[in-house]
């Protein structure tokens, strides 16, 4: 039987036995989005004069042909545009941002993500640009973890561990596209992806969707939903790496950041949590106050990889709260992050070295992006004090995180 039929079978089985994933979306209400950035308020709208004019104002999806598979499956391109100046770019394979445009303080449209022009670096070049991690994003320490009396071996791919699902996560995988649509305020693309049993290491059929909202007041929403036929652990994020300056136009050190963390999660040799959370006061972690990346990346050897506690005292869970804000003084672009997730990764793109070129044949060198991977804590499978990562047969999965862009 093929992969293909294999997948098909299983989902049929899967939707029969335990209802799976409604592919009209999630029945629970979602998450209260924060209010807009207050910085740059969006012009109000004008009477168009021209049919150009009318077409720009409007929200609009569409499909095109992006690539194909070395085995001839189709990869798709779908766009979202808000008619504000903002245009995102997700395809299909590994349900990927490949570009998200953003404009300026003067309405100067600049690619702010990093990645690739087309199909086949995605693919032959993998640095996670812009991807939808998982079964288990971040590391897993030692590849393996107890559930239920049974241990998981998983594909040692870091060091010693696990990293972002394995030798092939989700972000080498094609997804489904359930959903793309344009109405009222908002445009909208639905992936699905049904991991399988046993698939890098991981238990229980998990399936799992990713629907990519951009709105006319400049937002693009990320949700996750997951649901399983067998006890398993899921931490699903995007890793999207940010250059608010322009893709590809030098390094992120002047971005001034504000975590909306005072603790993060102290960590081994090999990145993996000790166990133990530790305030960031004094330390060149802190960036509680606005900072800027370079001011003491030297103090913490080749750069940010570290996970956030985010401040979320007394706060519902599931309740969308601010985790980061950041400016890039030169253009003015502002971007906020609001997320469900009790933490984030902040990553500064240390590992870039000037081997890849990406998109437009920008070279993309060390600190040329950085990420905010909203995300549950790292080995949270093997750290019974953290936050739970495991989902079993009946409950939902869902995980929201809202990223808006301002200008000043």
């Not at 050190?253 to 530790?278: C, Q, S, W």
């Not at 030169?330 to 500064?348: A, D, K, L, N, W």
């Not at 936050?387 to 869902?398: D, I, N, T, W, Y």
Request: aromatic share 10%; charged share 20%.
């Amino acid at each position: 039987m093929s992969i293909q039929s294999q997948g098909m079978k299983i989902w049929i089985n899967l939707v029969l036995g335990i209802a799976l994933i409604s592919m009209s979306g999630c029945k629970k209400a979602p998450p209260e989005e924060p209010p807009a950035p207050t910085k740059a308020p969006i012009p109000a709208e004008k009477p168009a004069e021209t049919q150009k004019e009318m077409e720009a104002q409007q929200m609009s999806a569409k499909t095109e042909f992006f690539g194909q598979m070395p085995d001839g499956t189709q990869v798709d391109v779908y766009t979202l545009v808000n008619g504000n100046g903002l245009t995102a770019k997700i395809i299909n394979y590994g349900a990927i941002l490949v570009s998200l445009e953003v404009p300026d303080r003067d309405g100067h449209v600049a690619d702010v993500t990093l990645g690739f022009d087309n199909l086949d670096d995605y693919i032959e070049r993998n640095a996670f640009f812009g991807a939808t991690v998982g079964r288990y994003a971040n590391r897993i320490g030692g590849a393996k973890f107890t559930l239920e009396g049974v241990v998981y071996e998983l594909a040692v791919n870091n060091g010693p561990n696990s990293l972002h699902g394995g030798k092939k996560g989700f972000d080498k995988v094609v997804w489904r596209c359930e959903d793309i649509r344009s109405e009222g305020d908002q445009a909208v693309v639905k992936l699905m992806y049904i991991s399988e049993d046993g698939e890098e290491g991981y238990p229980g059929n998990l399936a799992c969707s990713v629907t990519y909202t951009l709105t006319r007041d400049n937002k693009l929403r990320f949700d996750y939903e997951a649901e399983t036929d067998k006890t398993t652990v899921v931490n699903l994020t995007n890793h999207s790496y940010f250059n608010l300056a322009g893709q590809g136009t030098g390094n992120i050190l002047d971005h001034v950041v504000m975590l909306n963390a005072d603790k993060y999660t102290v960590f081994d040799d090999t990145l993996i949590p000790t166990g133990e959370i530790r305030s960031v006061e004094g330390t060149p972690l802190d960036f509680t106050s606005p900072t800027s990346i370079g001011a003491r990346i030297g103090q913490v050897g080749n750069g940010y990889d570290q996970n956030y506690v985010l401040s979320k005292d007394n706060v519902p869970e599931g309740t969308l709260t601010l985790c980061a804000r950041v400016l890039e003084p030169t253009s003015g672009r502002i971007m906020e992050v609001h997320t469900t997730e009790p933490g984030v990764q902040f990553y500064t793109g240390n590992f870039l070295d000037g081997t890849l070129t990406g998109k437009e044949g920008k070279v993309y060198k060390k600190h040329y992006g950085f990420c905010l991977e909203t995300q549950h804590y790292p080995d949270s499978p093997n750290k019974p004090v953290f936050p739970s990562v495991v989902l079993k047969p009946g409950q939902k999965f869902a995980s929201t995180s809202v990223y808006s862009f301002s200008a000043q």
